[in-house]
């Protein structure tokens, strides 16, 4: 089964510290995701990335950046947290992107609740 | 822009009984279509990949079926269980690689 794991499953911060989210998955994916999920909005993609250094940015990128040095780890970094930051936050990967062959399933981690103080 | 539309929001129906959840979407060019299950506080589980080509998938008690001509899908979920108490989302996978989501239909199984 694939296995996505995110480095906290809640995190508290204060207004203007940088905070790093760790995903890690072990079934060797190329495309890794990141969402963030709050009432009434839904799950939106903040990025996305389609292998090692490449990234794309996805609805709502404005805030944050991300980081993949090695093919199972992406993180999500808040440069200077913000209270409207506050969300829960979902990784993903998948095998394949969109319109290419193979399977494109996105699996998905437990989550990291974070509250920015 | 694609939208994804949920009906109803909620459910609860009794023990055993089968039940329908429904997605809609408005473009209906789309890559494939997938069905998640959300416990409180946790993660997406998949449950269902239909690709743009297929009718419908099966697993288990589940069945999702695709329309894409109309836009729709539903999601069979036959003799409910309690255990099967969660919110159901779909999302749909087009274009610039990302999954769109509805807002989910909190499903509770009575005993």
Known sequence: ?117 | KQEVTQIPAALSVPEGENLVLNCSFTDSAIYNLQWFRQDPGKGLTSLLLIQSSQREQTSGRLNASLDKSSGRSTLYIAASQPGDSATYLCAVAGGAQKLVFGQGTRLTINP
Not at chain 1, 57 to 71: A, F, N, T
Not at chain 1, 86 to 96: D, G, K
Request: glycine content about 8%; some cysteine; charged content about 25%.
């Open chain 1, 1 to 117: 089964d694939v296995k996505v794991t995110q480095s906290s499953r809640y995190l508290v911060k204060r207004t203007g510290e940088k905070v790093f989210l760790e995903c890690v998955q072990d079934m060797d994916h190329e495309n890794m995701f990141w969402y963030r999920q709050d009432p009434g909005l839904g799950l939106r993609l903040i990025y996305f990335s389609y292998d090692v250094k490449m990234k794309e940015k996805g609805d709502i990128p404005e805030g944050y950046s991300v980081s993949r040095e090695k093919k199972e780890r992406f993180s999500l970094i808040l440069e200077s947290a913000s209270t409207n930051q506050t969300s829960m936050y979902l990784c993903a990967s998948s095998l394949r992107l969109f319109g290419t062959s193979g399977n494109h399933e996105q699996f998905f981690g437990p989550g990291t609740r974070l509250t920015v103080l």
